[in-house]
Structures are given as structure tokens and as C-alpha cells.
């Protein structure tokens, strides 16, 4: 609240309290994905300028994990690299307890919609093994909340993912196939809603690209823009 010059009652300013990454939308170029890039949990493979920006640093806070992307027809990929951390903890049961990553993406980036559709997906993955691996506990796809329609569940065999757990951290990469993304078509659609939170089992989640008071969990206005170019 802050007082009129001219005496009258005061007026809110509604944006006195929203951290600055509520005040931006942002779009991000992702590029095709490298013929040689291969998910076996090292990342040396993935090339430059696959990063996806730390946003986070906008509001003066710096994200602890580095998250990269890439796509192709027949799917999205991504990878996480996590340092610094004595130790990795992850439980299958209650995900965001431990170390985990968490994706939303809508195939179409409907920017109006306020509750996920048929085009929006959320999955988990979790730094297990250090291995190609495609169990249901390792990676899985989950409801949305408060969705006015699901998109279809996809089978286990349609997510793979790698680990590679270190003394200090670990990395971790998974593909998307096409056939798990309802309504992906990168050629008629070439623009998606992304969103991702990285949790650790000793400190606070890295988030992207929103604060964590803002409902990133069911709401796909909140997300960013990714933008598929070739």
C-alpha cells in the first residue's frame, strides 16, 4: 500500500510483492539434437549452447543444477547435471523428498489456459543406477492436478533414462519418445510449454521458469515458451 500525493486513500501497487520472474514470459530456442548424443548418463556427448538459462539468476538467486534440452522427431531430451552434493537420495514413493526431476510440458504451449489439457504431460525421473534404464521406478509419467482433461499415460518403455551418481553429484539424461508426448509435432508445432523443477534431499528445488508460490504444478500459463528450431 503506499499514500496518494494528494491525500486520497492509498492504492495497492499489485506488483510490490511478485519476485521479478513473475513479471516476464519468456521463449527459449532449443536446438536438434546432435546424431552423436546418446543417453548412457555422461553428458560429454551433449554439445554447446544446449543449456537451458538459468533464470533464476533474474531474481537474484542462481539455480544449483544445470538443465540442457534437445529434440528431434522422434522425441525430447534432456539432461541434468547436479554438483556440489555430498550425497544423492531419491524415494520412488515421495519424489520431491529426495533428488528428482520433474518435467511439464504442453505440445502445444496453449498460453491461455490456466489448467492442464490433453496436451500437457508431467513426468519424474530419478538419478538411479548407472545404467540405460527403463523401470517404472527410475522414470514414469503422472496426473496432472486439477486438469480439465489428462493426456494419455504412456507405456514405460516409451521413457529411458541414465545415471551417473559421483562422490559429489550426478548426472542424469532422459528421452521422451514421440509417442508419449500427445499432440507433439514439431513440424506443425514447433513451439512447447516447459516447465521443470530439480528437487535435492538437502536443499531447497531448483524451479523453472517461476517462483514456487505461483502454480506451475497444474497451471500452463506459468510456463515458459520453448521454441524447436532446426
Known amino acids: 500500500m503506499r499514500p496518494d500525493r494528494q491525500g486520497a486513500a492509498p492504492?495497492?501497487?499489485?506488483?510490490?510483492?511478485?519476485?521479478a520472474l513473475a513479471l516476464?514470459?519468456?521463449?527459449?530456442?532449443?536446438?536438434?539434437?546432435?546424431?552423436?548424443?546418446?543417453?548412457?548418463?555422461?553428458?560429454?556427448?551433449?554439445?554447446?549452447?544446449?543449456?537451458?538459462?538459468?533464470?533464476?539468476?533474474?531474481?537474484?538467486?542462481?539455480?544449483?543444477?544445470?538443465?540442457?534440452?534437445?529434440?528431434?522427431?522422434?522425441?525430447l531430451y534432456f539432461a541434468v547435471e547436479v554438483r556440489d552434493q555430498r550425497r544423492v537420495q531419491v524415494d520412488p514413493k515421495r519424489p520431491h523428498r529426495g533428488d528428482a526431476l520433474f518435467l511439464w510440458i504442453d505440445t502445444r504451449d496453449v498460453r491461455d489456459a490456466q489448467r492442464a489439457g490433453r496436451f500437457c504431460h508431467h513426468f519424474v525421473a530419478l538419478p538411479l543406477g548407472g545404467q540405460r534404464l527403463r523401470k517404472p521406478e527410475a522414470a514414469w509419467q503422472a496426473p496432472i492436478p486439477r486438469a480439465r482433461e489428462q493426456a494419455p499415460?504412456?507405456?514405460?518403455?516409451?521413457?529411458?533414462?541414465?545415471?551417473?551418481v559421483r562422490a559429489y553429484g550426478y548426472?542424469?539424461?532422459?528421452?521422451?519418445?514421440a509417442s508419449a508426448l500427445n499432440g507433439f509435432d514439431p513440424s506443425e508445432f514447433p513451439r512447447l510449454g516447459l516447465a521443470y523443477?530439480?528437487?535435492?534431499?538437502?536443499?531447497?528445488?531448483?524451479?523453472?521458469?517461476?517462483?514456487?508460490?505461483?502454480p506451475f504444478g497444474h497451471d500452463p500459463s506459468t510456463w515458459a515458451t520453448i521454441d524447436l528450431v532446426r
Open 153 to 164: 499415460m504412456c507405456r514405460p518403455s516409451e521413457i529411458q533414462t541414465a545415471c551417473d
Open 24 to 75: 516476464f514470459d519468456f521463449c527459449v530456442p532449443v536446438r536438434r539434437r546432435a546424431r552423436r548424443l546418446t543417453v548412457d548418463g555422461d553428458l560429454s556427448d551433449w554439445p554447446e549452447g544446449c543449456h537451458l538459462p538459468d533464470l533464476a539468476a533474474i531474481g537474484g538467486v542462481p539455480g544449483g543444477a544445470s538443465v540442457l534440452m534437445a529434440w528431434d522427431e522422434r522425441g
Open 11 to 19: 492504492t495497492t501497487d499489485l506488483t510490490a510483492d511478485l519476485p
Open 171 to 177: 548426472s542424469l539424461e532422459l528421452a521422451i519418445a
Open 197 to 214: 523443477m530439480v528437487s535435492h534431499c538437502a536443499r531447497s528445488p531448483d524451479l523453472w521458469p517461476v517462483p514456487p508460490h505461483l
